[in-house]
C-alpha cells in the first residue's frame, strides 16, 4: 500500500543542475522535488556531470507536476526564456 506522500519519479534529468532547475519550478508553484542520492554524488565529482539524475515528487503532486513541467517545456521551446546576450545577471 502506498502513501500519497510517498516520492514517485516525475522526470530524469542530463545532469545535476538541470534536475535542481526542475526541482526549482516546481517549489514555484508549491511543489516539492527530490533529487535521490544526491548526497552521494556529490561523493563522485565530475561522473555526476554525465549521468541522469531522477526527479522525484510525492505522488499526490504528480499529475500537477506533470503538467508544469510540460507547460514549461513548451514554453522553452516558443522560445519564451532567452537570455539576451546583453543581459545584466550580475547581482
Same mark, same amino acid.
Given at each position: 500500500?502506498?502513501? !500519497?506522500? $510517498?516520492?514517485? %519519479?516525475?522526470?530524469?534529468?542530463? !545532469? ?11 517549489? $514555484? ?16 565529482? =565530475?561522473?555526476?556531470? !554525465?549521468?541522469?539524475?531522477?526527479? @522525484?515528487?510525492? @505522488?499526490? %503532486?504528480? &499529475? &500537477?507536476? /506533470?503538467?508544469? *513541467?510540460? &507547460? /514549461?517545456?513548451? @514554453?522553452?521551446?516558443?522560445? /519564451?526564456?532567452? *537570455? &539576451? $546576450?546583453? =543581459?545584466?545577471? !550580475?547581482?
Amino acid at each position: 500500500m502506498t502513501d !500519497s506522500n $510517498d516520492l514517485v %519519479r516525475l522526470t530524469t534529468a542530463q !545532469s545535476v543542475f538541470e534536475a535542481h532547475m526542475i526541482c526549482g519550478i516546481l517549489a $514555484d508553484h508549491g511543489i516539492p522535488g527530490h533529487v535521490p542520492g544526491e548526497n552521494a554524488m556529490d561523493e563522485w565529482g =565530475a561522473a555526476q556531470r !554525465s549521468m541522469a539524475v531522477r526527479v @522525484e515528487v510525492p @505522488e499526490s %503532486r504528480l &499529475e &500537477e507536476a /506533470k503538467k508544469i *513541467l510540460a &507547460e /514549461k517545456k513548451a @514554453e522553452i521551446a516558443a522560445g /519564451k526564456h532567452k *537570455l &539576451e $546576450d546583453d =543581459a545584466d545577471v !550580475s547581482e
